[in-house]
């Protein structure tokens, strides 16, 4: 008798432990369920998003790195043409080109930046691609006129003198081309005082 009330006694026991283990179990069973369809129902719908993705940016990787190579033999060949004007111009400084998106200025040539020493000759992207090789060679000459004067003659700087120093390398005319073409990218017309008569060209350099 007293077994079996004992018996009875440990049944009774053992039932509320079941019944609070049943709801941490069926919810354990449900987590898991989420755990493996989830990724099933998921898949098929970004599966083509991430092919479309990754053939996209293939397809600009491809295109991306030839397009840097040829600004980068483009910015070498501009490179080689201050070079060459720099000696013929007695000019010693160092003046790296670079091919830039867009210059407000459509073409410049400013001071190393952070005491760096040199100068930095920036270009417009499409402002070059529509100059031919001797209009290239007539900005080149001009912003090397500013480094020039940068150097020299600080407190005289003027687009005359600029141009009276590139016109010992580069004709008149071709300047005057550039300067239409400048015009015509900024959407403003100006006027040609600033370019000296050629005949002063040759005295430009000889000032003290």
């Known amino acids: 008798m007293k077994i079996e009330q004992a018996n009875e006694t440990a049944a009774e026991s053992r039932t509320p432990r079941a019944k609070r283990r049943a709801p941490r179990v069926l919810g354990r069973l449900l987590k898991l369920s989420f755990v493996v369809v989830l990724p099933l129902i998921l898949i098929p719908a970004l599966l083509p998003r991430k092919v479309s993705a990754r053939k996209l940016s293939g397809s600009e990787g491809r295109e991306g790195p030839t397009a840097r190579a040829s600004l980068v033999l483009r910015e070498r060949q501009i490179q080689d043409s201050v070079e060459k004007l720099k000696i013929r111009m007695s000019i010693p400084d160092t003046v790296v080109v670079s091919i830039v998106e867009h210059n407000p200025l459509v073409v410049s040539v400013e ?67 550039v300067y239409d073409k400048v015009w015509k990218r900024v959407g403003r017309k100006g006027d040609l005082v600033y370019l000296p008569p050629a005949a002063n060209a040759s005295s430009a350099r000889q000032s003290p």
């Not at 090789?133 to 150097?151: K, P, Q």
């Open 111 to 177: 001071r190393g930046k952070n005491g760096a020493s040199g100068f930095s000759l920036l270009i417009d992207r499409d402002f070059l691609g529509g100059l031919t090789t001797e209009e290239i060679d007539a900005v080149i000459a001009h912003e090397l006129g500013h480094v020039w004067i940068f150097t020299h003659h600080p407190f005289l700087h003027t687009e005359e003198l600029a141009n009276q120093i590139a016109m010992q390398v580069v004709p008149q005319e071709t300047l005057v081309a």
